[in-house]
């Protein structure tokens, strides 16, 4: 594939190759005799939690000088204080390092909360994934493939919140086939708004790939109780693809679909600003961090240590047991590059959004 982050999602052969300093893996001992913090912007016990914490026990083995890791929950403003902290508190020794969801969507989306630069922090590797989307079979007047959406009535769609990336890409979804639809958002986390889909208060959601694959595809998909109708894709600049894990999901992803519906991709502010919140939600839907500054051996080191991991049997083995899936990481200059030119989007764009966004807080809820 062209993208140099779909062929690290296919195989860490190419990565390994990638250097990110001069500084080699043999010499660099920079963490000897070191405490590194895995600093967290969730609470424990979430997705966002198990993965730094799996990272942190099994990164240790290929980091030089085997430092102490300790992960650090910071929570609080869906994100934004652990992601202030590094960039305006943390020491810049390379002994803190960033573990963060939607550090990415509140920065490229103008968040105003946001008090540092994202670009200006070091950028240590990115760790994509996708979401689902996925509905009711018994939506009138009922849906058995994907297509039967477009006559759907009646429907609400939900989410956790409206600023949240995963609320905004399906509401732009929906939006952008000019399906109508009544929007509620609010559930304290993803167990509640399956279980509101269960119970019928809403019709339709999305779920990140781990939760999807241990919980919504055993108990909804598999039941018949919901389908699948599309994932969200890659998307590069230049062309859009499979993410790997969602590769036997019985659908589309969401461009493909909507192409093979009205015959060309759609035009216009709601598409660029869809395609800026899909890569938030995709290939950055994890970020790891250094605060600015930071020293390149520690760069080095931690990039090298996350490739190396990649290929650990062990971590691979515990990662599939509790989730289904294992997660990856991206180191690449390409990646970074894609990561700056995100999170900068037009002003134009970033004025849809935002705009965009505080009308998913006037529509939440009403009929």
């Given at each position: 594939m062209k993208n140099s982050l779909l062929r690290a999602a296919v195989g860490a052969a190419g990565l390994l190759a990638l250097q990110c300093s001069t500084v080699t893996a043999q010499t660099n001992e920079f963490y000897k005799g070191k405490t590194l913090t895995f600093?967290?912007?969730?609470?424990?016990?979430?997705?966002?939690?198990?993965?730094?914490?799996?990272?942190?026990?099994?990164?240790?083995?290929?980091?030089?000088?085997?430092?102490?890791?300790?992960?650090?929950?910071?929570?609080g403003g869906a994100g934004i204080i652990g992601l202030n902290w590094l960039g305006q508190v943390a020491p810049r020794d390379g002994t803190a390092m960033g573990f963060f969801t939607g550090a990415a969507s509140k920065s490229a989306m103008g968040d105003p909360g946001?008090?540092?630069?994202?670009?200006?922090?070091?950028?240590?590797?990115?760790?994509?994934?996708?979401?689902?989307?996925?509905?009711?079979?018994?939506?009138?007047?009922?849906?058995?493939?994907?297509?039967?959406?477009?006559?759907?009535?009646d429907f609400w769609a939900g989410g956790l919140s409206p600023e949240a990336d995963k609320d905004v890409r399906i509401r732009m979804q929906l939006d952008l086939l000019g399906i109508p639809y009544k929007y509620i958002s609010g559930f304290r986390g993803s167990a509640e708004a399956r279980l509101a889909l269960q119970r019928g208060e809403v019709n339709m959601?999305?779920?990140?790939?781990?939760?999807y694959r241990a919980s919504i595809e055993?108990?909804?998909?598999?039941?018949?109780?919901?389908?699948?109708?599309?994932?969200?894709?890659?998307?590069?600049?230049?062309?859009?693809?499979?993410?790997?894990?969602?590769?036997?999901?019985?659908?589309?992803?969401?461009?493909?679909?909507?192409?093979?519906?009205?015959?060309?991709?759609?035009?216009?502010?709601?598409?660029?600003?869809?395609?800026?919140?899909?890569?938030?939600?995709?290939?950055?839907?994890?970020?790891?961090?250094?605060?600015?500054?930071?020293?390149?051996?520690?760069?080095?080191?931690?990039k090298d240590g996350l490739l190396k991991m990649q290929q650990d049997e062990e971590y691979k083995a515990e990662a599939m047991k509790a989730m289904q899936y294992v997660p990856r990481y991206v180191t690449d200059k390409n990646t970074e590059e894609i990561f700056v030119r995100t999170m900068s989007p037009p002003a134009n764009i970033r004025a849809f959004l935002r705009d965009y966004i505080e009308k998913g807080q006037k529509d939440n809820g009403r009929r």
């Open positions: 600093l967290i912007n969730f609470t424990p016990g979430g997705p966002t939690d198990f993965e730094a914490r799996l990272a942190a026990r099994h990164i240790v083995k290929y980091i030089p000088g085997a430092p102490t890791i300790v992960p650090r929950n910071m929570p946001i008090k540092v630069d994202i670009t200006k922090l070091g950028f240590v590797a990115s760790g994509p994934g996708t979401s689902v989307a996925y509905i009711r079979k018994d939506v009138p007047p009922g849906i058995n493939k994907p297509e039967d959406i477009l006559r759907a009535k959601t999305a779920e990140s790939m781990p939760t055993p108990n909804i998909i598999n039941t018949g109780e919901g389908i699948p109708l599309w994932y969200d894709p890659y998307d590069d600049g230049k062309e859009f693809s499979t993410p790997p894990e969602a590769a036997n999901i019985p659908a589309e992803h969401f461009p493909a679909f909507y192409k093979r519906l009205k015959g060309e991709y759609p035009k216009g502010e709601m598409w660029e600003a869809f395609r800026v919140v899909n890569n938030v939600g995709t290939l950055f839907l994890r970020t790891l961090h250094l605060p600015p500054d930071s020293p390149p051996e520690a760069m080095a080191a931690l």
